[in-house]
Protein backbone atom coordinates (compact mmCIF):
# COMPACT_ATOMS: atom_id res chain seq x y z
CA UNK A 1 0.00 0.00 0.00
CA UNK A 2 1.83 3.16 -0.91
CA UNK A 3 1.86 6.13 1.58
CA UNK A 4 2.85 10.09 0.95
CA UNK A 5 3.87 12.41 3.94
CA UNK A 6 3.44 15.58 4.27
CA UNK A 7 5.95 18.51 5.94
CA UNK A 8 4.24 21.13 4.41
CA UNK A 9 3.35 24.98 5.74
CA UNK A 10 0.04 25.89 7.06
CA UNK A 11 0.11 29.11 5.09
CA UNK A 12 -1.41 32.68 7.10
CA UNK A 13 -4.61 33.87 6.82
CA UNK A 14 -3.90 37.29 6.21
CA UNK A 15 0.06 38.93 5.21
CA UNK A 16 1.92 39.07 8.15
CA UNK A 17 5.54 38.42 8.91
CA UNK A 18 6.11 36.44 12.26
CA UNK A 19 8.90 36.32 14.15
CA UNK A 20 12.19 33.76 13.32
CA UNK A 21 11.78 30.25 15.45
CA UNK A 22 14.47 27.71 15.31
CA UNK A 23 13.19 25.04 12.94
CA UNK A 24 11.98 21.75 14.02
CA UNK A 25 13.42 18.72 12.49
CA UNK A 26 11.64 15.43 11.24
CA UNK A 27 12.38 12.13 10.12
CA UNK A 28 10.23 9.17 8.68
CA UNK A 29 10.19 5.04 8.74
CA UNK A 30 8.49 3.24 6.45
CA UNK A 31 8.03 -0.55 6.91
CA UNK A 32 5.94 -3.57 5.36
CA UNK A 33 6.06 -6.67 5.82
CA UNK A 34 4.28 -10.07 5.20
CA UNK A 35 3.57 -11.98 8.28
CA UNK A 36 2.61 -15.42 8.05
CA UNK A 37 -0.31 -17.04 10.20
CA UNK A 38 1.10 -20.17 9.56
CA UNK A 39 5.22 -20.02 9.69
CA UNK A 40 5.71 -23.65 8.60
CA UNK A 41 3.11 -23.64 5.41
CA UNK A 42 4.27 -22.01 2.69
CA UNK A 43 0.83 -21.07 1.29
CA UNK A 44 -0.60 -19.90 4.80
CA UNK A 45 -2.41 -16.54 4.93
CA UNK A 46 -0.79 -14.08 5.61
CA UNK A 47 -1.38 -10.56 7.80
CA UNK A 48 -0.16 -7.75 5.08
CA UNK A 49 1.72 -5.16 7.82
CA UNK A 50 2.10 -1.51 6.75
CA UNK A 51 3.73 1.07 9.03
CA UNK A 52 4.94 4.31 7.53
CA UNK A 53 5.92 6.87 10.77
CA UNK A 54 7.44 10.58 11.22
CA UNK A 55 9.61 11.36 14.19
CA UNK A 56 10.78 14.76 15.49
CA UNK A 57 14.46 14.79 16.40
CA UNK A 58 14.85 18.77 17.52
CA UNK A 59 14.60 20.36 19.21
CA UNK A 60 14.49 18.46 22.11
CA UNK A 61 12.18 19.57 24.54
CA UNK A 62 9.80 19.34 22.17
CA UNK A 63 10.95 16.04 20.66
CA UNK A 64 10.40 14.37 23.78
CA UNK A 65 7.25 15.90 23.77
CA UNK A 66 5.98 14.96 20.54
CA UNK A 67 7.14 11.10 21.24
CA UNK A 68 5.71 11.25 24.52
CA UNK A 69 2.21 11.90 22.85
CA UNK A 70 2.31 9.92 19.65
CA UNK A 71 4.38 6.95 20.49
CA UNK A 72 4.57 6.34 24.54
CA UNK A 73 7.85 8.14 24.67
CA UNK A 74 9.66 5.70 22.08
CA UNK A 75 12.21 6.12 19.22
CA UNK A 76 10.75 5.30 15.74
CA UNK A 77 12.21 2.04 15.63
CA UNK A 78 11.24 0.86 19.42
CA UNK A 79 7.44 1.69 18.55
CA UNK A 80 7.66 -0.20 14.94
CA UNK A 81 8.76 -3.47 16.46
CA UNK A 82 6.20 -2.91 19.22
CA UNK A 83 3.39 -2.61 16.87
CA UNK A 84 4.86 -5.54 14.99
CA UNK A 85 5.49 -7.75 17.56
CA UNK A 86 1.56 -6.89 18.83
CA UNK A 87 -0.47 -7.20 15.59
CA UNK A 88 1.55 -10.19 14.82
CA UNK A 89 0.43 -11.78 18.01
CA UNK A 90 -3.24 -10.65 17.74
CA UNK A 91 -3.19 -12.06 14.46
CA UNK A 92 -2.15 -15.68 14.86
CA UNK A 93 -4.04 -15.57 17.88
CA UNK A 94 -7.45 -14.77 16.55
CA UNK A 95 -7.22 -15.50 13.05
CA UNK A 96 -6.28 -19.39 14.36
CA UNK A 97 -9.35 -19.61 16.49
CA UNK A 98 -11.67 -18.83 13.12
CA UNK A 99 -13.28 -21.59 12.12
CA UNK A 100 -13.61 -21.82 8.60
CA UNK A 101 -17.07 -23.58 6.89
CA UNK A 102 -16.28 -27.43 5.24
CA UNK A 103 -15.60 -26.68 1.59
CA UNK A 104 -14.19 -22.97 1.84
CA UNK A 105 -11.15 -21.63 1.72
CA UNK A 106 -9.18 -20.15 4.30
CA UNK A 107 -8.42 -16.39 1.70
CA UNK A 108 -11.13 -14.68 4.31
CA UNK A 109 -7.93 -15.03 6.94
CA UNK A 110 -6.02 -12.56 4.78
CA UNK A 111 -6.22 -9.48 7.26
CA UNK A 112 -4.13 -6.63 6.92
CA UNK A 113 -2.78 -3.18 9.01
CA UNK A 114 -2.15 -0.43 8.57
CA UNK A 115 -0.52 2.51 9.76
CA UNK A 116 0.28 5.61 9.47
CA UNK A 117 1.47 9.10 10.81
CA UNK A 118 1.67 12.86 8.92
CA UNK A 119 2.77 15.71 10.43
CA UNK A 120 1.49 19.30 8.74
CA UNK A 121 3.25 22.62 9.16
CA UNK A 122 6.97 21.20 10.22
CA UNK A 123 8.02 24.77 10.33
CA UNK A 124 5.92 26.26 11.90
CA UNK A 125 5.66 27.05 15.98
CA UNK A 126 2.47 25.11 16.35
CA UNK A 127 2.08 21.54 13.96
CA UNK A 128 -0.59 19.28 13.37
CA UNK A 129 0.09 15.61 13.33
CA UNK A 130 -2.54 13.07 11.85
CA UNK A 131 -2.38 9.23 12.93
CA UNK A 132 -4.34 6.68 10.09
CA UNK A 133 -5.03 3.17 11.39
CA UNK A 134 -6.50 1.11 8.87
CA UNK A 135 -7.25 -2.68 9.09
CA UNK A 136 -9.11 -5.95 8.15
CA UNK A 137 -9.79 -8.66 10.32
CA UNK A 138 -13.05 -10.65 8.00
CA UNK A 139 -15.91 -9.61 7.59
CA UNK A 140 -17.35 -7.58 4.87
CA UNK A 141 -15.46 -4.51 5.63
CA UNK A 142 -12.19 -2.80 6.76
CA UNK A 143 -12.04 -0.38 9.30
CA UNK A 144 -10.50 2.93 8.78
CA UNK A 145 -9.98 5.83 11.70
CA UNK A 146 -8.26 9.03 12.14
CA UNK A 147 -6.86 10.98 15.00
CA UNK A 148 -5.76 14.52 14.96
CA UNK A 149 -2.78 16.21 17.46
CA UNK A 150 -2.92 19.85 17.20
CA UNK A 151 0.74 20.96 19.17
CA UNK A 152 2.07 24.38 20.38
CA UNK A 153 6.00 23.62 20.15
CA UNK A 154 6.35 26.84 22.42
CA UNK A 155 5.43 25.16 25.27
CA UNK A 156 5.28 22.24 24.69
CA UNK A 157 1.62 21.46 24.81
CA UNK A 158 -1.23 19.42 23.06
CA UNK A 159 -3.94 21.92 22.41
CA UNK A 160 -7.59 20.75 23.04
CA UNK A 161 -10.84 22.19 21.99
CA UNK A 162 -11.11 23.83 25.03
CA UNK A 163 -8.08 25.95 24.57
CA UNK A 164 -9.58 27.98 21.94
CA UNK A 165 -13.10 28.05 22.94
CA UNK A 166 -14.42 29.24 26.25
CA UNK A 167 -17.46 27.03 26.07
CA UNK A 168 -17.53 24.37 22.55
CA UNK A 169 -20.74 22.96 23.19
CA UNK A 170 -22.89 26.42 23.66
CA UNK A 171 -26.32 26.47 21.35
CA UNK A 172 -24.57 29.40 18.97
CA UNK A 173 -21.53 26.88 17.98
CA UNK A 174 -23.54 24.02 17.60
CA UNK A 175 -26.15 26.08 15.26
CA UNK A 176 -22.73 27.20 13.38
CA UNK A 177 -21.76 23.46 13.05
CA UNK A 178 -25.02 22.00 12.03
CA UNK A 179 -25.33 24.46 9.62
CA UNK A 180 -22.30 23.05 8.19
CA UNK A 181 -23.45 19.85 8.55
CA UNK A 182 -26.06 20.71 6.29
CA UNK A 183 -23.94 21.97 3.42
CA UNK A 184 -22.13 18.96 3.66
CA UNK A 185 -25.46 16.64 3.08
CA UNK A 186 -26.99 18.65 0.74
CA UNK A 187 -29.81 19.92 2.73
CA UNK A 188 -31.58 23.02 3.29
CA UNK A 189 -31.34 25.90 5.67
CA UNK A 190 -32.93 24.60 9.34
CA UNK A 191 -34.01 21.02 7.44
CA UNK A 192 -33.85 18.09 10.15
CA UNK A 193 -30.20 16.93 9.89
CA UNK A 194 -31.63 13.10 10.26
CA UNK A 195 -32.80 13.46 6.53
CA UNK A 196 -29.41 14.12 5.45
CA UNK A 197 -28.31 10.53 7.00
CA UNK A 198 -26.93 11.60 10.08
CA UNK A 199 -28.24 9.56 13.17
CA UNK A 200 -29.73 12.63 15.02
CA UNK A 201 -30.97 15.91 14.37
CA UNK A 202 -28.42 16.50 16.92
CA UNK A 203 -24.80 14.64 16.74
CA UNK A 204 -22.94 15.22 19.29
CA UNK A 205 -19.80 17.19 18.54
CA UNK A 206 -16.51 16.15 17.88
CA UNK A 207 -13.37 16.97 19.59
CA UNK A 208 -11.05 15.30 17.25
CA UNK A 209 -9.91 18.68 15.22
CA UNK A 210 -7.63 20.22 13.06
CA UNK A 211 -6.48 23.70 12.21
CA UNK A 212 -5.85 25.03 8.64
CA UNK A 213 -5.94 28.39 6.95
CA UNK A 214 -9.22 27.68 5.71
CA UNK A 215 -10.75 27.10 9.02
CA UNK A 216 -11.60 24.69 12.36
CA UNK A 217 -11.60 20.89 10.86
CA UNK A 218 -13.72 19.04 12.79
CA UNK A 219 -13.51 14.87 12.41
CA UNK A 220 -15.89 12.36 12.75
CA UNK A 221 -14.70 8.71 12.24
CA UNK A 222 -17.37 6.25 10.14
CA UNK A 223 -20.42 5.11 11.97
CA UNK A 224 -19.84 7.62 15.10
CA UNK A 225 -22.87 10.13 13.64
CA UNK A 226 -23.73 8.77 10.76
CA UNK A 227 -24.27 5.19 8.94
CA UNK A 228 -21.30 3.68 7.50
CA UNK A 229 -22.41 3.99 3.91
CA UNK A 230 -21.51 7.58 4.58
CA UNK A 231 -18.29 6.93 5.67
CA UNK A 232 -16.00 9.72 8.24
CA UNK A 233 -17.63 13.02 8.08
CA UNK A 234 -14.69 15.43 7.55
CA UNK A 235 -15.87 19.23 7.57
CA UNK A 236 -14.00 23.11 7.69
CA UNK A 237 -15.41 25.41 10.14
CA UNK A 238 -14.72 28.96 8.40
CA UNK A 239 -12.62 31.20 10.85
CA UNK A 240 -14.66 34.26 9.78
CA UNK A 241 -17.81 31.80 11.24
CA UNK A 242 -16.71 30.80 14.53
CA UNK A 243 -13.81 33.76 15.46
CA UNK A 244 -16.35 35.68 17.40
CA UNK A 245 -16.71 32.71 19.29
CA UNK A 246 -13.36 32.04 20.26
CA UNK A 247 -10.92 33.00 23.28
CA UNK A 248 -8.63 35.92 22.75
CA UNK A 249 -6.08 33.28 24.11
CA UNK A 250 -6.97 31.27 21.24
CA UNK A 251 -6.62 33.28 18.40
CA UNK A 252 -3.42 34.06 19.81
CA UNK A 253 -2.62 30.46 19.78
CA UNK A 254 -3.41 29.98 16.38
CA UNK A 255 -0.55 32.65 15.26
CA UNK A 256 1.49 29.72 15.97
CA UNK A 257 0.33 27.53 12.98
CA UNK A 258 0.92 31.50 10.72
CA UNK A 259 -3.32 31.41 11.22
CA UNK A 260 -4.17 35.54 11.72
CA UNK A 261 -7.49 36.13 13.11
CA UNK A 262 -7.31 39.51 15.00
CA UNK A 263 -6.91 41.55 11.42
Not at 37 to 47: G, Q, V
Not at 232 to 247: A, T, V
Request: negative net charge; contains cysteine; aromatic residues 12%.
Amino acid sequence: MASVFVLSALCSACVSTPSETPQSQFSELFYGSTIPLYPDKPDSPALDLTINLVGMNTPEKQAEFFHNVMYSGDSLEAYRDRVINEQTEIYRRTAAAVNIPAGEGDSSLNWYYMEQVIVDGAENRGIVAERLLDSYIGGAHGLSTRKFYVFDLDSPAQVTINDLFENFRNDRIKAIIYDELRNYSNLAAGQPLSQGGFFSDEPELTENFYVTEQGLGLYWNSIEIAPYVMGPIDIIIPWRDIRPLMLNSGMELMTKFRIYLFM
